[in-house]
C-alpha cells in the first residue's frame, strides 16, 4: 500500500511540473489594461480582455480591486465589451463605453453603482462617440462625438441598405480601420447634461477634435484639434481651450509646428502640460517631451528638454510641484518624475520591466506592469516600490516554463551600437548551438523591452532563440537614433540586424546554418530588405510588408511620409524610390524561402505589398506561400486566425529550418 501510495503521490507531482507553451495556450491567456484610481483611493477599476473560442472573438469587461489588493470584483459581464472606466467624482459610480443594446446604437456611456447592480445607459447620443470624460461636479460629460453622415430613415420611412458610390476629396482619404475617409462630418467637443439628458455642441467649427479633458474648477476644457487651413497635409495638433458650455469660441494654447497632444490639467487649474513632438515633417519619428503651457496664454516650456527619452502618460502630483511621466528608456518603461519648473529628471523605481500605463487619484498611484516572463497585472507604486494587485494569470503561468530575456549589444560595421533581447530555448543547454529566429518589431519608431510578448515564449517554446534588435529607427534611445533612418529606409537597419545575427552565432548560441527571420508591418518591410541582400537565412515570414514603395504612392495611408521624406517622384525623380525599393527589383537575388501573410482589409500596408513580392518570389522560383487574412485589417484580430498565424509560423520555420527537438517537460 505504501509503495502504491508513492506511485500516485510521484505521477501527481510529475504531472505538475511546469511545461513549455503550446498552441492551446495561445487562447487561455487575460490580457489586463486601463487601470483607474477611485477618487478616495481604495479601489482601482481595469479591463480584462478574454478569449471565447467558440464564439471566435475577444471579450473586456471592467473589474475592480481593492487598494490592498484583497478584493477583486467583476463589474460587468455582458455579452458586448465593455472599455475606458472611469468613476464619477464622488466615486459612486463606476462608467464605461459599451455598444450594448440600450436606448441608442453604438457606443455610449454607461454606469453602474460601486456597490453592484444593473449597469445603466448614461448617454444616448447619435453619431460616433468615441470619448468621454465627467465634469469636477459629476453633472456633465464631455464627449467626443462625430455626426453621421447619412441621416437616419424618419419614422415609417424604410431604410435604405443599398450600397452607396464612396466620394473622396480629402488629400488624406485613408486610415486603417476606418477605410475610406469620405465625408465632410468631423468630430466635435460635446456636453452632455446627465438630469436633463441634453446634449450641447462646444466646438462648432468643422474640425476635428480629440482628447476632451476638464479643468479641476469645471471652467475649461482642453482639446487637441489641428485646425490649420488644410489639416490632411501635415500633422500640426496643437492644444485648445474652450469655456465649458455651448458654442463658445476655443483658443489656442500652444503653437509648435508639430504635434501636441495629450493635454492634463494643473490642479489649480492655471496650466496645462502636455506632449510636444517632433516637427510635422517627422512624423513617423517623433519624439514626445514634457512641456507645460499657461492657461493666461504665453510661451510653452519644455520640462524634459534635455532628457533625450521619449514620455508618456503624464500627470500632476497632488500639490501640484512635480509631474509623473512614463519613461521609454532602452529596452525598458519606467515611471519618472521632474520639477513642474524642469530639472532633473528622477526615475521612481528600478528593474527591468515594461509599465503600461500610470493613473494617480490622491495616495493612489496605479500602474499596469509586465516584464518579459509575466504578462501585464494591475500594480500600485508604493516608496520607490511596486506592490502587485491583480493576478489574472498567475495560475495559468504557474503551469509553463518560460525563456527569460538576456540582454546583448553588438556593433555595425559602420560603428553603431545597437542593443537587443536574447530568449533562449526553454532548458537551453549551455553551449549548444540552436535555430536563431530573428523577430524584427514594427514601426520602425517603437522598441522591443522587457514586457510580456507571448510569440517569443512560443518559438522558445519550439526549441528556438530569438533575437530582437532595437536597430537604428527604433525609439528609446533617443531622438537622433530614431531619425537617422529619414528618406534612407533599409540600409542602416539593416546594418543592426546583420550585427546582431552575427553576435549571436559568435556567443555559440546561434547556428549559422539555421537561421530564420521575420516580423510584421515594418518588421515585414526589413524582412523584405534582409533577404535580399543576406542569403544566409534559411526561412522568413514577412506579414504586412512593402518592396516596392512607389506602388504605394497614393494607395496606402502614409502620404505625409512620402511627401516629405522621399518626395514625389516628379519633384525628386526616381532614384530615391529605386533604391529603397531593392527587395522587389533584385527579387531574383532572394533564394530564402518566404511566407506572406496580410489581411485583405489592411490600409495601413495593404495586401498589395505581400502579392508583390509573393508573385516576384514565385516568378524567380523561390519558395514562396500567400496567406491572406479576409475581413482582418493591420493588426490581425480573429483569435482563430490569431492562432492559425501562429501555427503557420512555426510549421514553415520546422519546414525549412529542420524540425525542433522540442524542450522536455
Not at 481593492?66 to 467624482?89: L, M, N, V
Not at 464622488?90 to 457606443?107: E, M, N, Q, T, V
Not at 530555448?425 to 517603437?446: C, D, F, M, S, W
Amino acid at each position: 500500500m505504501r509503495s502504491c501510495f508513492a506511485l500516485v503521490l510521484l505521477s501527481g507531482i510529475v504531472a505538475a511540473q511546469p511545461r513549455p507553451l503550446s498552441l492551446d495556450d495561445l487562447a487561455k491567456f487575460q490580457d489586463v489594461g486601463a487601470p483607474r484610481c477611485a477618487p478616495d483611493g481604495k479601489w482601482i477599476a481595469y479591463t480584462v480582455t478574454t478569449t471565447d473560442t467558440a464564439a471566435d472573438k475577444r471579450d473586456t469587461d471592467v473589474w475592480m480591486v481593492s487598494y490592498d489588493g484583497k478584493e477583486s470584483i467583476r463589474a460587468t459581464s455582458s455579452a458586448e465589451s465593455e472599455t475606458a472606466p472611469q468613476w464619477s467624482p464622488d466615486g459612486k459610480y463606476l462608467s464605461f463605453l459599451s455598444s450594448r443594446p440600450g436606448k441608442a446604437k453604438g457606443a455610449q456611456v454607461w454606469g453602474i453603482d460601486r456597490r453592484g447592480g444593473e449597469a445603466q445607459q448614461l448617454t444616448d447620443v447619435k453619431g460616433r462617440l468615441s470619448a468621454y470624460e465627467w465634469s469636477p461636479d459629476g453633472k456633465r460629460l464631455v464627449l467626443i462625438v462625430k455626426e453621421d453622415e447619412e441621416p437616419a430613415a424618419k419614422e415609417g420611412e424604410k431604410k435604405d441598405d443599398k450600397p452607396k458610390p464612396i466620394v473622396i476629396d480629402r488629400y488624406a482619404y485613408k486610415r486603417d480601420g476606418a477605410g475610406y475617409l469620405s465625408g465632410t462630418k468631423k468630430t466635435r467637443v460635446v456636453l452632455y447634461d446627465l438630469a436633463t439628458r441634453k446634449a450641447e455642441t462646444v466646438t462648432t467649427e468643422n474640425f476635428d477634435e480629440t482628447n476632451p479633458t476638464w479643468s479641476p474648477d469645471g471652467k475649461w476644457i482642453a482639446f487637441v484639434s489641428n485646425r490649420t487651413p488644410d489639416a490632411d497635409r501635415n500633422r500640426n495638433t496643437d492644444i485648445w481651450v474652450v469655456a465649458a458650455k455651448a458654442n463658445s469660441v476655443p483658443r489656442r494654447l500652444t503653437t509648435f509646428t508639430g504635434s501636441d497632444s495629450q493635454p492634463v490639467w494643473s490642479p489649480d487649474s492655471q496650466a496645462v502640460a502636455y506632449l510636444q513632438g517632433s516637427d510635422h515633417n517627422m512624423g513617423e519619428y517623433t519624439m514626445n517631451r514634457l512641456a507645460i503651457v499657461p492657461l493666461a496664454g504665453g510661451a510653452s516650456k519644455l520640462i524634459t528638454g534635455t532628457f533625450d527619452r521619449g514620455v508618456t502618460g503624464h500627470q500632476f502630483t497632488p500639490d501640484g510641484k512635480q509631474i509623473e511621466f512614463l519613461a521609454v528608456d532602452d529596452m525598458s518603461v519606467y515611471p519618472a518624475r521632474v520639477p513642474v519648473g524642469g530639472g532633473a529628471v528622477e526615475r521612481m523605481v528600478g528593474g527591468k520591466l515594461a509599465l503600461g500605463s500610470l493613473d494617480r487619484a490622491g495616495n493612489c498611484v496605479a500602474a499596469l506592469v509586465s516584464t518579459s516572463v509575466t504578462p501585464a497585472e494591475v500594480h500600485v507604486l508604493e516608496g520607490g516600490s511596486l506592490r502587485k494587485l491583480t493576478k489574472h494569470n498567475d495560475e495559468l503561468l504557474a503551469q509553463f516554463k518560460l525563456a527569460p530575456a538576456e540582454e546583448v549589444s553588438f556593433r555595425a560595421k559602420d560603428g553603431n551600437e545597437a542593443h537587443g533581447l536574447l530568449f533562449k530555448p526553454v532548458n537551453y543547454v549551455a553551449g549548444t548551438k540552436v535555430p536563431l529566429l530573428l523577430r524584427i518589431h514594427g514601426g520602425p519608431n517603437a522598441q522591443d523591452q522587457h514586457s510580456w510578448n507571448i510569440e517569443r515564449q512560443m518559438f522558445a517554446a519550439a526549441g528556438y532563440a530569438v533575437l530582437n534588435v532595437n536597430y537604428r529607427g527604433s525609439s528609446g534611445r533617443g531622438q537622433q537614433y530614431t531619425v537617422t533612418i529619414a528618406g534612407d529606409w533599409g540600409r542602416k537597419e539593416v546594418l543592426d540586424l546583420h550585427a546582431g545575427v552575427e553576435h549571436v552565432i559568435q556567443m555559440g548560441v546561434a547556428d549559422p546554418e539555421k537561421l530564420g527571420v521575420g516580423g510584421w508591418s515594418y518588421g515585414g518591410i526589413l524582412t523584405n530588405y534582409l533577404i535580399a541582400s543576406d542569403s544566409r537565412f534559411k526561412a522568413a515570414t514577412s506579414g504586412a510588408g512593402v518592396a516596392f514603395p512607389l506602388a504605394f504612392y497614393g494607395h496606402d495611408q502614409y502620404i505625409h511620409q512620402y511627401d516629405n521624406e522621399i518626395g514625389p517622384p516628379w519633384k525628386k525623380g526616381l532614384e530615391p524610390w529605386i533604391r529603397i525599393s531593392y527587395p522587389f527589383l533584385n527579387a531574383d537575388r532572394i533564394k530564402t524561402p518566404t511566407l506572406f501573410l496580410c489581411g485583405d482589409k489592411d490600409f495601413n500596408v495593404p495586401l498589395l505589398g505581400s502579392e508583390q513580392m509573393y508573385q516576384a518570389l514565385r516568378n524567380v522560383g523561390t519558395p514562396s506561400q500567400l496567406i491572406i487574412y479576409p475581413g482582418e485589417n493591420h493588426g490581425i484580430a480573429r483569435p482563430s486566425f490569431q492562432r492559425d498565424r501562429m501555427q503557420r509560423y512555426l510549421d514553415w520555420y520546422a519546414k525549412h529550418l529542420g524540425p525542433q527537438s522540442k524542450s522536455s517537460d
